[in-house]
């Protein structure tokens, strides 16, 4: 299995980024999909989940400015960041549970994840 991020980089606040995750080996259609984020010394977060029927779920600190999707092949999931604000700069990682489980938030919850792309916002 491997998951591979990209679309990250540096905007300026109010910018927006689209984050793109790509699934060897696993099917995101099949199990709860999330992105994570974490900034220097803080804890990895939770930014948004996405669950096998769709069911969205989003930290309060970005809901309606992040959106997650996936795509009908079930093979990329994709995070749409608009409006960013300069507490957004981290490194953005892409994750996946074990097939069938229901999303969680902790980390700790999920097998599968991504290298990680870096999200910066200036002010």
């Known amino acids: 299995v491997q998951l591979v991020e990209s679309g990250g980089g540096s905007v300026q606040s109010g910018g927006s980024l689209r984050l793109s995750c790509a699934a060897s080996g696993l099917a995101f259609s099949s199990r709860c999909s999330a992105w994570f984020r974490q900034a220097p010394g803080k804890e990895r977060e939770a930014v948004a989940t996405?669950?096998?029927?769709?069911?969205?779920t989003y930290a309060d600190s970005v809901k309606g400015r992040f959106t997650v999707s996936r795509d009908s092949a079930a093979y990329s999931l994709y995070l749409q960041m608009n409006s960013l604000k300069p507490e957004d700069s981290a490194m953005y990682y892409c994750?996946?549970?074990?097939?069938?489980?229901?999303?969680?938030?902790?980390?700790?919850?999920?097998?599968?994840w991504g290298q990680g792309t870096q999200v910066t916002v200036s002010s």
């Open positions: 994750a996946a549970r074990s097939a069938y489980l229901r999303c969680a938030t902790s980390p700790k919850e999920y097998n599968y």
């Open positions: 996405i669950g096998r029927d769709g069911t969205t």
